[in-house]
C-alpha cells in the first residue's frame, strides 16, 4: 500500500519564511511528486474503467446471444419461441432459422394470409415476412436475405404502386439493415441494443395475458384486431379529401418509380430464374381509387400505367406470373369487409390465395387483357356512384334514339337517391337528354323541354308540372347539393318522352339505357 505523500498534509507553521518571490508551491519537489501520481492514478482509473466497460459489453453480448430475443442467430432452446411485431427487425431472424420453401412479402395488405391457406393453395411450406408500411427496397431486402437461404422454391409478393415511391422509402422509418447484411463484424448493433428486449419482453407479456397469439400461422395479423364495415370506410372516405390534398404536390416522375421497379423488384426475379414469383395487385375499396383519382390525378394516372407497364416487364420472364385484383368488384364494393379505404379482412386474403392457386383466368394478366382490367378500373372509378346508404354502385347510362345507337354519357357528379332513380346536375342532365333549360329565380323552379314535352319543378317539392298542367309526383325532388342544383334524371327522361331501361350485370354495376319513345 502506497504511504501517505507528505506534502498532500496540511503543514503547521514553522516560523520559516515564506518561498522567495517568484516561486510557487508547484515548484517543490513534493508538489512534482504529486502531480505524476495523480496522473498515474488516473490512467490507471481510465484504463480500469474502459476494461470494466469492455467486459460488460462482451457479457451483455454474451447474454443477448445466448437469449437471442429476436431468434438472429438460433432458434430459441429450453423456452416457446416469443415473436416481435416489429418485422423489419424479427423477419431476419425467420428468414435464416425457420423451415419454408414459399415466403409472403408486401406491406399491410399481405399481412393477414395464414401460411396454411397458402400452403394449401400453392403446394409448399409457408413463411409471412410482410412488413408493414414498406417500401419496394425494404421487401426486396428480406426477400434477398430469405433467398440467400437456398429455401425459397417460391414468392408471393403483394405491389402496392406507394411502395415504389422514393419519397415513401425516405419516410419509411429506421430500417436496420446491419441485420439484412450477413457482414458479422457490425451486429454489436444488435448486440448491444437494449431495445430488442423491450421488443421481447412484450412478447412474452402477450403471451402471458392471452393478448396476442404467439405463432407464425398469426404472426403480424391484425384481421381479429381491428373493426370492419361500411362506417369506418365511409368516415375514412368523408374526410380523405382534405386529408390527403398534400400528397399531390410531391409525386415523383413515373420514370423514377419505373426504376425503383428495375432495381429492387425485376432485377431479383431475374437474378433467381430458380424461384417461381407470383405477383399480385391487391384490391383496394373501390372509394380508395376514386379518393386518388380525384386528390392526385398524377398519381391516379401513374397507377394506372404502371400496372400495365410492370406486366409486361415480368410477362418475359419464364417464372414470373401476375394476378391483378383492383377490379375484383365482389370484394372491392363490399365496404363491409374493409377497415378503412385500403385494407380488407383475412377473408379476402384467403379468396386471393385460392384464387391465385387456381390460376383463375378473370384476375391473371396476360397480353390480351392487361389493358382491358387497367381500363375497367378506370371506368369503375369514372362510373362510382353512392346510394343514399352509402353502398358503391357502378352506374352506366346510355342515351340515344335506339338502343343500338346509344352512347355513354358521364356525369361530373352522380348520386342514388333511392331505387330506380340518379340524382345528376341539372345542366348536365338538359344536355344528355337534347332539352333546353330555364331557370326561374323567383320561384326556385327548373323547366326542361324536349320535343312538345315539357317539365317544371321546384326545387325541394315531389311535385311537378308537366305541359298540359298536370300534376307529377317524384319520388325524389329537385335538390341543391354543395352550390348546385341536383334533379332526378331517370323520372324527368321518361316525362321527357324516353323509354327508360334498367339492367344489373352484377351486384354492383347498373346500367340505364334512355330512348326515345316511338311515336304512338
Do not use: C
Request: cysteine-free; hydrophobic content about 40%.
Amino acid at each position: 500500500m502506497q504511504a501517505p505523500i507528505p506534502s498532500q498534509r496540511p503543514q503547521p507553521n514553522t516560523g520559516h519564511s515564506a518561498p522567495a518571490p517568484g516561486t510557487t508551491a508547484a515548484s517543490s519537489p513534493g508538489t512534482s511528486g504529486q502531480t505524476r501520481i495523480t496522473a498515474k492514478a488516473a490512467k490507471r482509473m481510465l484504463v480500469l474503467s474502459a476494461l470494466l466497460a469492455l467486459l460488460f459489453a462482451v457479457l451483455a453480448s454474451l447474454v443477448t446471444y445466448l437469449l437471442d430475443p429476436l431468434q438472429f442467430y438460433h432458434k430459441p432452446f429450453g423456452y416457446k419461441p416469443i415473436f416481435s411485431s416489429e418485422q423489419r427487425y424479427q423477419n431476419p431472424g425467420l428468414a435464416l432459422h425457420y423451415d419454408y420453401d414459399t415466403i409472403i412479402l408486401g406491406t399491410s395488405m399481405t399481412e393477414n394470409f395464414l401460411p396454411s391457406e397458402v400452403d394449401k393453395a400453392l403446394g409448399g411450406k409457408t413463411l409471412k415476412l410482410s412488413i408493414r408500411g414498406s417500401t419496394a427496397d425494404e421487401q426486396y431486402q428480406i426477400a434477398k436475405l430469405a433467398i440467400g437461404t437456398g429455401k425459397v422454391k417460391q414468392a408471393l409478393w403483394g405491389l402496392d404502386y406507394f411502395a415504389l415511391k422514393t419519397g415513401d422509402q425516405e419516410s419509411a422509418g429506421p430500417f436496420p439493415a446491419y441485420l439484412y447484411d450477413r457482414n458479422r463484424w457490425n451486429d454489436y448493433r444488435y448486440l448491444l441494443n437494449y431495445s430488442v428486449y423491450g421488443q421481447f419482453f412484450r412478447g412474452v407479456y402477450k403471451e402471458l395475458t392471452g393478448s396476442g397469439v404467439q405463432s407464425l400461422e398469426k404472426l403480424y395479423n391484425w384481421n381479429d384486431s381491428v373493426t370492419f364495415g361500411k362506417k369506418e370506410v365511409l368516415a375514412h372516405y368523408r374526410t380523405a379529401a382534405q386529408e390527403e390534398a398534400y400528397f399531390g404536390l410531391n409525386e415523383d416522375p413515373l420514370d423514377v418509380i419505373q426504376a425503383n421497379f428495375d432495381t429492387e423488384v425485376l432485377a431479383l426475379v431475374k437474378a433467381h430464374p430458380e424461384v417461381k414469383f407470383i405477383f399480385y395487385y391487391p384490391p383496394y375499396s373501390v372509394l380508395r381509387e376514386a379518393v386518388w383519382a380525384s386528390t392526385n390525378a398524377e398519381r391516379y394516372r401513374n397507377q394506372l400505367e404502371m400496372d400495365v407497364w410492370m406486366f409486361e416487364r415480368l410477362n418475359g420472364l419464364p417464372n414470373a406470373e401476375v394476378y391483378n385484383f383492383q377490379t375484383a368488384g365482389e370484394w372491392t364494393y363490399d365496404l363491409d369487409r374493409y377497415k378503412d379505404l385500403s385494407h380488407h379482412d383475412q377473408a379476402i386474403n384467403t379468396a386471393i390465395i385460392h384464387t391465385i392457386g387456381a390460376g383463375d383466368s378473370r384476375y391473371r394478366m396476360t397480353t390480351a387483357n392487361a389493358q382491358a382490367l387497367s381500363d375497367e378500373l378506370e371506368e369503375q372509378v369514372r362510373t362510382l356512384a353512392l346510394t343514399e346508404t352509402g353502398d358503391p354502385k357502378s352506374v352506366q347510362l346510355l342515351v340515344g334514339s335506339a338502343a343500338s345507337s346509344a352512347k355513354e354519357v358521364w356525369f361530373s357528379s352522380l348520386a342514388i337517391p333511392g331505387e330506380g332513380e340518379l340524382l345528376v346536375p341539372a345542366k348536365e342532365a338538359a344536355a344528355a337528354l337534347g332539352a333546353t333549360l330555364d331557370w326561374n329565380q323567383a320561384t326556385k323552379t327548373l323547366t326542361l323541354a324536349h320535343a312538345a314535352n315539357r317539365v317544371s319543378l321546384t326545387l325541394d317539392q315531389t311535385k311537378a308540372v308537366d305541359k298540359d298542367g298536370s300534376t307529377i309526383e317524384l319520388a325524389q325532388p329537385a335538390r341543391l347539393v354543395g352550390g348546385q342544383t341536383q334533379v332526378p334524371l331517370l323520372r324527368l327522361a321518361s316525362v321527357l318522352g324516353y323509354d327508360v331501361s334498367e339492367e344489373r350485370p352484377n351486384a354492383w354495376s347498373l346500367r340505364y339505357t334512355v330512348t326515345e319513345r316511338a311515336a304512338k
